[in-house]
């Protein structure tokens, strides 16, 4: 059977109806929850590092499974968009919440400082690579059949992602504190939740599919159906080949990974700042981590709606400053009310540059090749992913200067909100070009 029509058999009996596009959806939301457990990572970080773990790793030790696993993510997300593209978008998600949860679970066997290789082996290597090929999926897919609204749609996917940890970080927490034998071996637990995301990203994956060839939504008051789809500005759908020739594909990579820096370094150290600066307890801490999961999952539906009306260039200026702004003054924070309400904005600034860049890229470059095209993008993440927990961790020490390492983060971010600046979509001379 030739990859067209597998791609047309995948959706069949979708094209006459909208109704089940929502399925697709739920089923994307469903898998980002699972892989997006991820960013729960400050939670276990604080646990290992904590008596009476018998981990007993340091710092800047705690950190690398969770860099390993952001720098892991474009290896997958590139993988996965291409083979998307040629195979259909289940078989890869399938693929993806395995390695993941298995990653997970075998991040459950690593018992002491001499484990270290074993938890970056599962959480880091297996879990970030698993989570790059499932990641794409939905991204790419839901564009396809959300062409009417591109933004909203992808913001609500990827928000998926950021509300994992709203789940998976209060119930680790209670998990550990609940059990002497898991406060010495935090890393358990890590059975129990790779278990759960392999059935919850299974049953999201097993709907995916993508729409028919010459899919189109019916517009409202019987307007023209192609009135609903927003062509890119050079009028067609740009290769990954052809975008990567486009000096926009870079700027726009450039900018996702300062936001990914900006944010990441305060979700690396979240819990950590949460009890060394604004006093929190260590289950206050991580009830922080799991609330600001809200706001990193709210941040890609509310900065992804709000780019459909001011634009994708004026949001982000806007995301990359106020995570500038609020990242200077976290260290500065004299009580536990200011300190929540400025996570709240990096983690709403820093979730809306993932729900708002694949509908960018979208607009630039076409929607046909949007998997590979912003699975290649996502080395941004990967990069900002190793870069932001590394220098943040670094700069604060062991001496927890968290006011130099809060202020050069913030400093980055603010500099970096002059690139949207200069990103122009490609005109149609410059898709001419070979």
Known sequence: MSTTRTREHEGEGLATGTGN????????????????????????????????????????????P?????????????????IQDRRGPRVVALVGVTIYSIGIMLASLARDAGDLWLLTLGYGILGGFGLGLAYIVPIAMLQKWFPDKRGLITGIAVGGFGFGAVITSPVAQGMIAGSADYQRYPTKVFLWLGMAYLVAGLLGASVFRNPPEGYT?????GADPAK???ANAAGRDF??????????????????????TAGISLISVAAGTATDVAGFSAAGAATLVGVMGLFNGGGRILWAAVSDRIGRRPAFVGILALQGLALLAIPHAGSAVAFYVLCALVYTCYGGGFGTMPSTAGDFFGVKHAGAIYGLMLVGWSIGGIVGPLLISGLIGEDEAYTRGFTVVGLIALIGAALPLI??????VDAARP
């Open 217 to 221: 939504v019916a517009a409202k008051g």
């Open 21 to 64: 596009r929502w399925l697709v959806l739920a089923g994307g939301v469903l898998v980002q929850l699972a892989i997006g457990a991820v960013y729960a990572w400050s939670t276990f970080s604080k646990a290992i590092q904590a008596e009476p773990s018998a981990l007993e790793l340091s710092k800047v030790q705690s950190t690398i």
């Open 66 to 82: 969770f860099t390993v696993a952001i720098g892991m993510i474009f290896i997958g997300a590139f993988l996965g968009g291409r």
């Open 423 to 428: 990103a122009r979509p490609p005109k149609k």
């Open 228 to 230: 609903t789809t927003k």
């Open 239 to 260: 290769t990954p080949q052809e975008a990567l020739r486009t000096p926009q594909w870079y700027i726009l990579m450039f900018i996702l990974t300062i936001s990914v």
